[in-house]
Protein backbone atom coordinates (compact mmCIF):
# COMPACT_ATOMS: atom_id res chain seq x y z
CA UNK A 1 0.00 0.00 0.00
CA UNK A 2 1.25 3.47 -1.27
CA UNK A 3 1.57 6.33 1.45
CA UNK A 4 -1.37 9.12 1.01
CA UNK A 5 0.92 11.31 -0.23
CA UNK A 6 2.01 9.01 -2.85
CA UNK A 7 -0.97 8.03 -4.24
CA UNK A 8 -2.23 9.29 -7.36
CA UNK A 9 -5.94 8.23 -8.77
CA UNK A 10 -5.56 6.42 -11.45
CA UNK A 11 -7.67 7.51 -14.78
CA UNK A 12 -9.96 4.62 -14.32
CA UNK A 13 -10.37 3.59 -10.91
CA UNK A 14 -9.99 -0.93 -10.45
CA UNK A 15 -10.85 -3.20 -7.48
CA UNK A 16 -8.27 -4.36 -5.37
CA UNK A 17 -9.82 -6.99 -3.22
CA UNK A 18 -6.69 -6.89 -1.30
CA UNK A 19 -6.81 -3.51 -0.09
CA UNK A 20 -6.71 -3.95 3.98
CA UNK A 21 -9.24 -2.83 6.55
CA UNK A 22 -11.01 -5.33 8.93
CA UNK A 23 -13.57 -5.18 5.99
CA UNK A 24 -11.97 -5.67 2.93
CA UNK A 25 -13.04 -9.42 2.79
CA UNK A 26 -16.58 -8.80 2.48
CA UNK A 27 -16.44 -5.27 0.99
CA UNK A 28 -16.89 -5.56 -2.68
CA UNK A 29 -17.87 -3.04 -5.71
CA UNK A 30 -21.61 -5.17 -7.03
CA UNK A 31 -24.16 -6.07 -5.38
CA UNK A 32 -26.59 -9.26 -5.04
CA UNK A 33 -26.13 -12.80 -3.95
CA UNK A 34 -22.54 -14.42 -3.11
CA UNK A 35 -24.23 -17.99 -1.84
CA UNK A 36 -27.68 -19.69 -1.05
CA UNK A 37 -28.83 -19.45 1.83
CA UNK A 38 -32.46 -19.10 3.62
CA UNK A 39 -33.62 -16.87 6.32
CA UNK A 40 -35.16 -19.08 9.35
CA UNK A 41 -38.65 -17.59 10.46
CA UNK A 42 -39.92 -17.34 13.70
CA UNK A 43 -43.22 -17.65 15.55
CA UNK A 44 -43.97 -14.20 15.40
CA UNK A 45 -45.69 -11.75 12.93
CA UNK A 46 -42.48 -9.36 12.93
CA UNK A 47 -39.20 -11.33 11.62
CA UNK A 48 -36.27 -8.73 12.30
CA UNK A 49 -32.41 -9.83 10.70
CA UNK A 50 -30.04 -7.44 11.90
CA UNK A 51 -26.85 -6.95 14.28
CA UNK A 52 -26.69 -5.12 17.07
CA UNK A 53 -24.45 -2.41 15.92
CA UNK A 54 -26.47 1.71 16.30
CA UNK A 55 -28.38 1.25 12.97
CA UNK A 56 -29.83 -2.27 14.31
CA UNK A 57 -30.33 -1.22 17.61
CA UNK A 58 -32.89 1.82 16.60
CA UNK A 59 -35.34 -0.82 15.70
CA UNK A 60 -34.75 -3.06 18.23
CA UNK A 61 -35.28 0.20 21.13
CA UNK A 62 -38.64 1.01 18.70
CA UNK A 63 -40.17 -2.83 18.97
CA UNK A 64 -39.13 -2.89 22.59
CA UNK A 65 -40.34 0.50 22.93
CA UNK A 66 -43.43 -1.10 21.25
CA UNK A 67 -44.08 -4.00 23.67
CA UNK A 68 -43.60 -1.71 26.89
CA UNK A 69 -46.62 0.67 25.40
CA UNK A 70 -49.15 -2.63 25.28
CA UNK A 71 -48.99 -3.37 21.81
CA UNK A 72 -49.17 -6.93 21.74
CA UNK A 73 -48.65 -7.23 17.86
CA UNK A 74 -44.96 -5.93 18.16
CA UNK A 75 -43.79 -9.17 19.28
CA UNK A 76 -40.50 -10.44 17.35
CA UNK A 77 -37.80 -12.35 16.78
CA UNK A 78 -34.49 -10.98 16.30
CA UNK A 79 -32.13 -13.38 14.36
CA UNK A 80 -28.71 -12.76 14.18
CA UNK A 81 -26.93 -11.66 11.03
CA UNK A 82 -23.20 -11.97 10.96
CA UNK A 83 -21.72 -9.08 8.91
CA UNK A 84 -18.07 -10.16 9.03
CA UNK A 85 -19.49 -13.50 8.23
CA UNK A 86 -21.23 -11.89 5.11
CA UNK A 87 -24.84 -13.42 5.86
CA UNK A 88 -25.45 -10.30 4.57
CA UNK A 89 -25.22 -11.51 1.37
CA UNK A 90 -27.04 -15.00 1.34
CA UNK A 91 -30.08 -14.86 -1.06
CA UNK A 92 -32.52 -15.06 1.68
CA UNK A 93 -31.14 -11.56 3.10
CA UNK A 94 -30.68 -10.01 -0.31
CA UNK A 95 -34.61 -10.90 -1.12
CA UNK A 96 -35.58 -8.73 2.30
CA UNK A 97 -32.56 -5.92 1.91
CA UNK A 98 -31.26 -5.85 -1.91
CA UNK A 99 -28.42 -3.37 -0.75
CA UNK A 100 -26.99 -6.05 1.60
CA UNK A 101 -27.19 -3.90 5.13
CA UNK A 102 -29.02 -4.66 8.30
CA UNK A 103 -31.27 -4.07 9.96
CA UNK A 104 -34.30 -5.37 7.74
CA UNK A 105 -37.59 -6.54 8.65
CA UNK A 106 -39.87 -8.76 7.58
CA UNK A 107 -43.77 -8.38 8.46
CA UNK A 108 -45.71 -11.24 8.05
CA UNK A 109 -48.99 -9.93 9.32
CA UNK A 110 -50.01 -8.46 5.69
CA UNK A 111 -50.97 -10.94 2.53
CA UNK A 112 -48.11 -11.00 0.91
CA UNK A 113 -45.37 -10.30 3.65
CA UNK A 114 -43.57 -6.44 3.17
CA UNK A 115 -40.40 -6.18 3.43
CA UNK A 116 -38.72 -2.83 4.91
CA UNK A 117 -35.33 -1.91 4.61
CA UNK A 118 -33.30 0.74 5.85
CA UNK A 119 -33.51 1.45 9.32
CA UNK A 120 -35.03 5.14 9.69
CA UNK A 121 -37.91 3.10 6.92
CA UNK A 122 -38.43 0.83 9.40
CA UNK A 123 -38.73 3.01 12.37
CA UNK A 124 -40.97 5.20 10.69
CA UNK A 125 -43.14 2.16 9.44
CA UNK A 126 -43.48 0.94 12.63
CA UNK A 127 -44.53 4.36 14.38
CA UNK A 128 -47.07 4.49 11.54
CA UNK A 129 -48.36 0.80 11.65
CA UNK A 130 -49.19 1.19 15.58
CA UNK A 131 -49.54 4.88 15.94
CA UNK A 132 -46.79 5.46 18.39
CA UNK A 133 -44.04 7.62 18.64
CA UNK A 134 -44.94 9.57 15.44
CA UNK A 135 -46.74 12.71 16.15
CA UNK A 136 -49.68 13.19 13.65
CA UNK A 137 -50.09 16.72 13.77
CA UNK A 138 -48.31 18.40 10.94
CA UNK A 139 -45.96 20.34 12.23
CA UNK A 140 -44.79 18.38 15.19
CA UNK A 141 -44.80 15.35 12.38
CA UNK A 142 -42.40 17.33 10.19
CA UNK A 143 -40.26 18.21 13.47
CA UNK A 144 -39.88 14.77 14.18
CA UNK A 145 -39.04 13.70 10.59
CA UNK A 146 -36.56 16.12 10.04
CA UNK A 147 -34.61 15.39 13.07
CA UNK A 148 -35.05 11.66 11.46
CA UNK A 149 -33.41 12.53 8.28
CA UNK A 150 -30.90 14.17 9.99
CA UNK A 151 -29.86 11.10 11.51
CA UNK A 152 -29.77 8.85 8.47
CA UNK A 153 -27.61 11.49 6.25
CA UNK A 154 -25.28 12.67 9.31
CA UNK A 155 -24.29 9.60 10.77
CA UNK A 156 -22.46 8.10 8.23
CA UNK A 157 -19.99 11.00 8.79
CA UNK A 158 -19.68 9.66 12.32
CA UNK A 159 -19.19 5.97 11.65
CA UNK A 160 -17.98 5.59 7.60
CA UNK A 161 -16.35 8.65 7.78
CA UNK A 162 -14.61 9.18 11.70
CA UNK A 163 -15.07 5.71 12.70
CA UNK A 164 -13.58 4.22 10.04
CA UNK A 165 -10.36 6.45 9.22
CA UNK A 166 -9.78 6.47 13.34
CA UNK A 167 -10.74 3.03 14.19
CA UNK A 168 -10.73 0.73 10.89
CA UNK A 169 -8.79 2.25 8.34
CA UNK A 170 -4.97 -0.23 8.17
CA UNK A 171 -3.04 3.25 7.91
CA UNK A 172 -3.37 6.46 10.32
CA UNK A 173 -4.59 8.94 7.64
CA UNK A 174 -3.83 13.12 9.31
CA UNK A 175 -6.06 14.24 6.80
CA UNK A 176 -9.07 11.90 6.79
CA UNK A 177 -9.05 11.98 10.80
CA UNK A 178 -9.28 15.64 10.80
CA UNK A 179 -11.87 16.45 8.21
CA UNK A 180 -14.46 13.34 9.70
CA UNK A 181 -13.21 14.51 13.36
CA UNK A 182 -14.24 18.12 12.25
CA UNK A 183 -17.66 16.81 11.21
CA UNK A 184 -18.24 14.62 14.07
CA UNK A 185 -17.69 17.29 16.58
CA UNK A 186 -19.73 19.74 14.33
CA UNK A 187 -22.92 17.26 14.84
CA UNK A 188 -22.54 16.71 18.29
CA UNK A 189 -22.83 20.91 18.13
CA UNK A 190 -25.82 20.93 16.35
CA UNK A 191 -27.50 18.13 18.68
CA UNK A 192 -26.22 19.72 21.93
CA UNK A 193 -27.75 23.56 20.66
CA UNK A 194 -30.92 21.50 20.34
CA UNK A 195 -31.09 19.77 23.48
CA UNK A 196 -30.34 22.42 25.05
CA UNK A 197 -33.60 24.29 24.76
CA UNK A 198 -35.91 20.85 24.11
CA UNK A 199 -36.24 17.26 26.54
CA UNK A 200 -35.85 15.81 23.44
CA UNK A 201 -35.35 16.14 20.02
CA UNK A 202 -37.73 16.93 18.53
CA UNK A 203 -39.55 18.85 21.16
CA UNK A 204 -40.94 17.71 24.48
CA UNK A 205 -42.10 14.29 23.32
CA UNK A 206 -39.94 10.84 22.90
CA UNK A 207 -39.96 10.55 19.18
CA UNK A 208 -38.73 7.43 16.67
CA UNK A 209 -36.21 10.65 15.89
CA UNK A 210 -34.52 10.01 19.62
CA UNK A 211 -34.53 6.42 18.67
CA UNK A 212 -32.33 6.88 15.81
CA UNK A 213 -29.76 9.45 17.20
CA UNK A 214 -29.11 7.75 20.51
CA UNK A 215 -27.57 4.64 19.39
CA UNK A 216 -25.07 7.00 17.64
CA UNK A 217 -24.67 9.88 19.48
CA UNK A 218 -25.83 8.56 22.48
CA UNK A 219 -22.93 6.55 22.77
CA UNK A 220 -20.65 8.75 21.47
CA UNK A 221 -20.81 10.87 24.42
CA UNK A 222 -21.22 7.92 26.93
CA UNK A 223 -17.88 7.14 25.79
CA UNK A 224 -18.66 3.48 23.88
CA UNK A 225 -17.71 4.26 20.30
CA UNK A 226 -14.31 4.22 18.84
CA UNK A 227 -12.49 5.15 21.94
CA UNK A 228 -12.65 8.36 21.22
CA UNK A 229 -14.69 10.30 23.58
CA UNK A 230 -11.23 12.11 24.96
CA UNK A 231 -10.19 12.57 21.58
CA UNK A 232 -13.28 14.41 20.56
CA UNK A 233 -13.50 15.79 24.09
CA UNK A 234 -17.02 14.63 23.90
CA UNK A 235 -17.49 16.28 27.70
CA UNK A 236 -17.86 19.91 25.96
CA UNK A 237 -21.24 18.48 24.91
CA UNK A 238 -23.45 18.27 28.81
CA UNK A 239 -27.12 18.86 26.52
CA UNK A 240 -26.02 15.50 24.95
CA UNK A 241 -24.82 14.14 27.61
CA UNK A 242 -28.23 14.78 30.29
CA UNK A 243 -30.63 13.51 27.27
CA UNK A 244 -28.67 9.71 26.28
CA UNK A 245 -28.94 9.40 30.72
CA UNK A 246 -32.35 10.39 30.17
CA UNK A 247 -32.61 7.75 27.68
CA UNK A 248 -31.07 4.88 29.62
CA UNK A 249 -33.74 5.01 32.14
CA UNK A 250 -36.12 3.72 29.88
CA UNK A 251 -36.13 -0.39 30.13
CA UNK A 252 -37.20 -0.25 26.75
CA UNK A 253 -33.88 1.25 25.72
CA UNK A 254 -31.49 -0.93 27.74
CA UNK A 255 -33.08 -3.89 26.80
CA UNK A 256 -32.94 -2.80 22.82
CA UNK A 257 -29.76 -2.09 22.90
CA UNK A 258 -28.31 -5.22 23.66
CA UNK A 259 -30.49 -7.46 21.36
CA UNK A 260 -28.19 -9.05 18.16
CA UNK A 261 -25.31 -7.68 20.22
CA UNK A 262 -21.82 -9.91 19.83
CA UNK A 263 -19.25 -7.77 21.66
CA UNK A 264 -18.81 -5.41 24.61
CA UNK A 265 -19.78 -7.28 28.30
CA UNK A 266 -21.02 -10.34 28.41
CA UNK A 267 -24.28 -8.69 30.14
CA UNK A 268 -24.87 -6.71 27.26
CA UNK A 269 -24.88 -9.00 24.56
CA UNK A 270 -28.24 -10.97 23.55
CA UNK A 271 -27.54 -12.83 20.57
CA UNK A 272 -31.08 -13.54 19.56
CA UNK A 273 -34.16 -12.39 20.84
CA UNK A 274 -37.85 -14.38 20.60
CA UNK A 275 -39.17 -14.05 23.68
CA UNK A 276 -39.25 -11.46 26.29
CA UNK A 277 -37.61 -13.97 28.68
CA UNK A 278 -34.71 -13.94 26.87
CA UNK A 279 -33.59 -10.82 28.72
CA UNK A 280 -33.24 -13.02 32.06
CA UNK A 281 -31.91 -15.83 29.98
CA UNK A 282 -29.12 -14.33 28.14
CA UNK A 283 -28.34 -16.60 24.96
Do not use: C
Amino acid sequence: MTSPSDYVPPKVWTWNPGNGGKFAHINRPVSGATHEKALPVGRHLLQLYSLGTPNGQKVTIMLEELLALGHAGAEYDAWLIDISAGDQFGSGFVEVNPNSKIPALLDRSESPPVRVFESGAILTYLAEKFGAFLPTERARRAETLSWLFWQMGSAPFLGGGFGHFYTYAPVKIQYAIDRYAMETKRQLHVLDTRLARHEYVAGDDYTIADMAIFPWYGSLVMGWAYDAAEFLQVHEYSHVRRWAELLLTRPAVRRGRIVNRTSGPPEEQLRERHDASDFERGA
